[in-house]
């Protein structure tokens, strides 16, 4: 893995977060379930943690991973891990036993941070794990397996001494530096979950780093402190699960900026629980998934306009709103700053675009690529050719989104994704390839249309299902959908959609391919149309390309009643 010496040692999280905690020691830093943390609370519980796992064997750049639901102890683990001089590693909760035995073996963890109920899948691959020698368990109300030979996570911190009162809390854990790195599993689109390793210095900058339009960037921790002490100490709630990117960095983001995060702890996504939530801590913003939060909660505010007073700011990550939903918002209150953020595991935080929205919750829009995913970026983000040359304002060439600059080391224990992903140009640029294509606006901005790998080739011409789906959404029959591939005889592939009717619609194929005939080329509009039930998507809100693909292949239909 490549080695980079750089100017960067004070910027590891580690430091930026005992810095904010010295600013603003006694201001709430989290709320999850009925815990309330304060940042010296917080601090507290993860030298604890760090403490334990330096007793316990876990070495300078060792990686412990964390499997749990959003709760106060993910960050806790989180932090703890950081201040130990380990890499954390986020494990997603809704694996398999092949697939946490994959990401646990392929991430070389040597310790495990684990809920009751989520450890007992572990238990069966634990045979296949040498290297994993450490195992804390957080009761979560389910039976403990005792075969795993667990330490409980409260026990663990209790044994430690206080560090409010013991002086340095420091002492005893590692000095961190500029090379302290932080490890972030990605599942992508086909194939087992990669690690993309980072420097933390590059992760603070290119994903967590916030500041206003125009303010310079931190020269020092105590700049970010100093910002921490003086900004308005907002409360966001964080929707989207720890264990992937956006939840992570906008959760590490508002810790570093002093500000509050609100987690839910419900195991399900319930948007009258997550009303109620916004309301009783005065939540000023919410960070979601796509359509697939962003509506069910318009449209439950929408029978109680009174709720969430102090809500002022929706911001989406993963998937842009549609012009549907946002109108849905607009008509619950006109004001509400409503925002799309761009970026991925390999590329960091790349942009954000707010756009055109529907003057009411009935009306129907007109959905382009255009005016609907057209993001401002940063100078380091390109539209790449071929060749890995940027492609200039105004060209009609569609490329690969990219990032130069700040970027990962590469993949973890994989040198040949590394190299494909990850590569230099011509001029000795390394380049993070983000998967996504676009095109570059005459303005600069960037028009994304989708993910390359599940492009779809009909006839020779390239449909981007993202594209397409953003059309159908603005159906007002259409509650939710995802375009696939099919194969197809004479044109090689089709375009074939499942959709999932608001309620009250009936099936109606005609009508949407003539509401999609309208707005776009011929060869994008679906030949086929299947009508589910519900849309599958992943736990973060995603489509599940998986899932429809199946369904398109086997040519069956669920009906709405």
Not at 125 to 145: C, F, I
Not at 274 to 280: A, F, M
Not at 349 to 357: F, I, L, N, R
Request: proline share 6%; hydrophobic share 40%; charged share 25%.
């Amino acid at each position: 893995m490549p080695h980079h010496t750089s100017p960067d040692t004070p910027f590891s999280l580690a430091n930026l977060m005992a810095a904010v905690t010295d600013a603003v020691p006694d201001r709430i830093a989290l709320v999850a379930g009925p815990r309330r943390l304060t940042y010296r609370a917080l601090h507290d519980r993860s030298t604890r943690l760090a403490r334990h796992l330096v007793a316990a064997g876990v070495r300078p750049g060792e990686n412990v991973a964390i499997l749990s639901f959003n709760r106060a102890e993910w960050v806790e683990s989180f932090l703890g891990v950081l201040r130990a001089g380990a890499v954390p590693v986020n494990v997603n909760y809704r694996y398999v036993a092949g697939e946490l035995r994959h990401v646990l073996s392929d991430a070389h963890a040597v310790a495990l941070i684990a809920e009751d109920s989520l450890a007992a899948t572990v238990t069966a691959v634990r045979p296949d794990l040498p290297r994993l020698r450490h195992v804390l368990l957080l009761e979560d109300g389910s039976a403990r397996d005792a075969s795993l030979g667990g330490v409980d996570y409260e026990d663990a911190l209790a044994a430690q001494e206080d560090v409010s009162t013991s002086g340095e809390g420091s002492v005893g854990l590692p000095e961190t530096s500029g090379e302290d790195h932080y490890l972030l599993y990605t599942g992508g689109t086909t194939g087992y979950p990669k690690g993309v390793l980072w420097r933390q210095a590059d992760i603070f900058r290119a994903a967590v780093e916030r500041r206003s339009p125009g303010a310079p960037r931190a020269r020092t921790p105590e700049d970010v402190a100093d910002r921490a002490a003086r900004c308005f100490p907002q409360r966001m709630l964080v929707l989207g699960p720890l264990m992937h990117a956006a939840g992570q960095w906008n959760a590490l983001s508002m810790l570093l900026c002093g500000k509050r995060v609100v987690l839910s702890t419900d195991r399900s996504f319930r948007p009258d629980r997550v009303l109620e939530l916004v309301h009783r801590e005065g939540v000023h913003a919410v960070q979601l998934v796509g359509d697939a939060m962003a509506r069910p909660l318009a449209r439950h505010l929408l029978t109680e306009p009174g709720l969430c007073p102090e809500l002022t700011s929706v911001r989406s990550g993963g998937t842009p709103l549609t012009p549907a939903v946002r109108g849905l918002w607009r008509a619950w209150r006109e004001d509400v700053a409503l925002a799309d953020s761009y970026g991925g595991s390999e590329t960091g935080v790349c942009g954000s675009a707010t756009a055109p929205d529907a003057r009411s919750a009935g009306e129907e829009t007109v959905a382009t690529a255009s005016d609907r995913r057209s993001f401002t970026m940063g100078g380091s983000i390109a539209v790449l050719d071929g060749a890995l040359r940027p492609l200039p304002p105004g060209s009609v060439e569609v490329g690969r989104i990219a990032r130069t600059g700040r970027i990962p080391l590469g993949y973890y224990n994989d040198p040949i994704a590394t190299a494909r992903t990850f590569p230099t140009d011509g001029e000795g640029r390394r380049w993070a390839l983000s998967g996504d294509y676009g095109t570059r606006a005459a303005d600069g901005s960037i028009v994304l249309l989708g993910r390359g790998s599940v492009v779809i080739n009909t006839a020779g011409e390239k449909v981007y299902p993202e594209e397409v789906e953003a059309v159908l959404k603005a159906h007002p029959s259409v509650e939710d959908v995802i375009v696939v591939p099919s194969p197809d005889e004479t044109l090689g592939q089709r375009v074939t959609a499942l959709v999932s009717l608001a309620a009250g619609s009936s099936p109606d194929e005609d009508a949407l391919r003539a509401h999609c005939r309208i707005r776009l080329a011929g060869f994008k509009v679906p030949r086929t149309v299947h009508f589910v039930d519900r849309v599958r998507r992943t736990a973060v809100g995603k489509q599940d390309y998986r899932w429809a693909a199946s369904v398109a292949d086997e040519g069956s239909a669920v009906f709405v009643p």
